[in-house]
Every structure is written in C-alpha cells, then in structure tokens.
Nanobody, 129 residues
Framework: QVQLVESGGGLVQAGGSLRLSCAASGRTFSSFAVGWFRQAPGKDREFVAVVSQSGRSTYYSDSVKGRFTISRDNAKNTVTLQMNSLKPEDTAVYYC??????????????????????WGQGTQVTVSS
C-alpha cells in the first residue's frame, strides 16, 4: 500500500550532522507509522526511531535519544531523520519502514523489525573518526 525511498546518506565527520529523508508514494501514507532502522556490516538490523501517523508522537532508541529527531510532513509524503552529534558507531545503512499501528503500551513492538510491513532500499551513512 506504500512504497518508501530513502535519501540523504553520505560521509560525515564525528560530531557532524546529517539529514535523511524518506519519500513515500500513495495517498495512504498518513495511515502508517514510519520508523527508521539501521544495519552495520555483520550486525543485526536495529531500531532507531519511529513517528506516529499524525506526527505528534515519537519513540527513540536509547542510543540516539537526544541526538536524533524524527518528524513527518504528510502533505509532502515525507519523513525526516535529523541526525546530530554523529558518532562512528552510527555508521550503517539506514532504512525507512512503515507499519499500520502506533502504540506505546507494553508489547506493542515499535522497536521490532518484524513488526514493520514495508521497507525502503536503504541509504549509507558513514561517520569518520
């Protein structure tokens, strides 16, 4: 029901900033919660952040809390991940993903890869020391 395309990845020095974008197709975009995940070579894909359908609720992993900000513009069918104070351990391929529900209750699995139904192709982020 929705197609996702990431952009904005690149090479940045530690302490720098980068802004990732997720462009979505379809008029059903506003019906989906959208999250960001990342995967480094040889490691499992891990949760980064998610924003609710309205954009009024967000949830972050502890590793990026206070440094990254997720937001959305439903009129433009876009979700943005603003990344500040980047660290070498942030280096990974970053993926945009969508799911039909958003919740903060115990067991809602906002940070679980398998709980998301649609995925983009990924964009590389490299943070140098």
């Amino acid at each position: 029901q929705v197609q996702l395309v990431e952009s904005g990845g690149g090479l940045v020095q530690a302490g720098g900033s980068l802004r990732l974008s997720c462009a979505a197709s379809g008029r059903t975009f506003s019906s989906f919660a959208v999250g960001w995940f990342r995967q480094a070579p040889g490691k499992d894909r891990e949760f980064v952040a998610v924003v609710s359908q309205s954009g009024r609720s967000t949830y972050y992993s502890d590793s990026v809390k206070g440094r990254f900000t997720i937001s959305r513009d439903n009129a433009k069918n876009t979700v943005t991940l603003q990344m500040n104070s980047l660290k070498p351990e942030d280096t990974a391929v970053y993926y945009c993903a969508a799911r039909s529900t958003y919740c903060t209750d115990y067991g809602c699995r906002l940070g679980v890869v398998s709980a998301y139904d649609y995925w983009g192709q990924g964009t590389q982020v490299t943070v140098s020391s």
